[in-house]
């Protein structure tokens, strides 16, 4: 094998890593037309800010399994579960998009509120989901007030 081929070991790889630093969630409280990036796109959405991690987002399926008395097991693909947002953000009551969040969070309702998560690289993924919490946490002296928000995601979500 030559130097560089494939399967070499001295071959580079070529996948681009990135951080997360420069992502950005926004929230609406319209509900897009329907389940297309450009449905999504044209709601007016509304950046959180001061996050500082924002959580999962993807499918993940459940298993289930069978075992025949004679035979191997098998196994299938349940239900997808699309994931949970878990934003944390230094609490501030004058940013609009934390506001957006509270309110969705106090809503009685089993409303859908659209996200956006826009990655450094201008991807984005778009979804809907229900806010069931954006408690405040008060931490030690030496901590900020943080508000950390527990979004359960309820759509597909579009690449954008």
């Known amino acids: 094998m030559t130097a560089g081929s494939a399967g070499s070991p001295n071959r580079r790889n070529t996948m681009v890593a990135t951080t997360a630093a420069g992502t950005a969630l926004a929230i609406s409280a319209g509900t897009p037309a329907a389940q297309t990036a450009a449905a999504f796109a044209a709601l007016t959405f509304t ?9 999962t987002i993807g499918p993940t399926f459940g298993k289930v399994e069978f075992q025949p008395l004679k035979g191997p097991k098998d196994k299938l693909k349940g239900s997808p579960d699309y994931g949970t947002l878990q934003p944390s953000a230094a609490y501030d009551e004058s940013d609009a998009g934390q506001t ?5 969070a ?25 806010v069931f919490a954006a408690p405040e946490s008060v931490d030690g002296a030496e901590s900020v007030l943080m508000t950390n928000a527990d979004i359960g995601i309820c759509t597909k979500p579009i690449k954008g």
């Open 47 to 55: 950046e959180i800010g001061g996050i500082d991690k924002i959580g």
């Open 100 to 104: 957006l969040l509270r309110t969705a």
């Open 106 to 130: 106090e809503d009685e309702t089993n409303k859908l509120y659209a996200f956006k998560v826009t990655y450094p690289n201008g991807t984005i993924r778009f979804c809907q989901g229900r």
